[in-house]
């Protein structure tokens, strides 16, 4: 069936630097994909998606591209802030949406 | 801003009562969703709704029963609490209807964490 393989965490990081959290898909047909974020404290919420092969998303400084022919959708950042701090699920849709285990990232000053 | 609103934070329950959770959403969305959330599992479907009285059956629906009498309102129901089904629920809205299921973007609440002593 289908499924989303993310990297183990925690990824622990300094301020300022960059940022990847692997995600790999396995899916029939075409799905979409996200990114979702959940700070402490608080529910998910969507932070990229991307609908179809070669498509990049963006958000917050975050980007992740739909890369087909790897079947994959890493999440990248530039410099990362002490704010970004949470855990980050990959996620597809074909007729429901279907979520990775979640990456926690930890960043210190 | 669309919120989704869980009525409790924090829930403590013995085994073997019934429990309700419920949950709110304000924007007039057709599809709701129960998930559970748990360390190396992600989230995973209990059930979900995209309609009032109408439900479907997720990835892990045993232990558990919905009710969806108003748009607006979709509760989750542990007919007989027992300590393994401790853990964080989490409600979520989208605005498709049924034949866009999972295609919209999907709105949290903030999540209850439930113990089963």
């Known amino acids: 069936g289908d499924s989303v393989t993310q990297m183990e965490g925690p990824v622990t990081l300094s301020e300022e630097a960059f940022l990847t959290i692997n995600c790999t898909y396995t899916?029939?047909?075409?799905?979409?994909l996200f990114w979702y974020v959940q700070y402490p404290g608080e529910g998910l919420q969507l932070l990229l998606k991307?609908?179809?092969?070669?498509d990049k998303g963006s958000n917050k400084g975050f980007e992740a591209t739909y890369r087909k022919e790897t079947t994959s959708f890493h999440l990248e950042k530039g410099s990362v802030q002490v704010s970004d701090s949470a855990v980050y699920f990959c996620?597809?849709?074909?007729?429901?949406?279907?979520f990775g285990t979640g990456t926690r990232l930890q960043v210190f000053p | 801003d669309v919120k989704v609103t869980q009525s409790s934070r924090y829930l403590v329950k013995r085994t073997g009562e019934k429990v309700f959770l419920e949950c709110v959403q304000d924007?007039?969305?057709?599809?709701m969703f129960w998930y559970r959330q748990d360390p190396g599992l992600g989230l995973r479907l209990i059930y979900f709704?995209?309609?009032?009285?109408?439900?479907e059956k997720g990835d892990i629906p045993e232990g558990y029963s919905v009710s969806r009498e108003k748009k607006e309102r979709f509760s989750l129901i542990l007919e007989s609490a027992s300590t393994n089904q401790t853990s964080m629920y989490l409600c979520?809205?989208?605005?498709?209807?049924?034949?866009?299921?999972?295609?919209?973007?999907?709105?949290f609440g903030s999540g209850t964490q439930l113990s089963v002593l």
């Open positions: 991307a609908t179809k092969a070669d």
């Open positions: 979520a809205s989208s605005l498709a209807g049924r034949s866009g299921i999972g295609n919209e973007k999907l709105f």
């Open positions: 709704s995209y309609d009032v009285k109408m439900k």
């Open positions: 924007m007039d969305h057709e599809n």
């Open positions: 899916a029939t047909g075409y799905p979409s």
């Open positions: 996620a597809l849709n074909t007729d429901k949406l279907i």
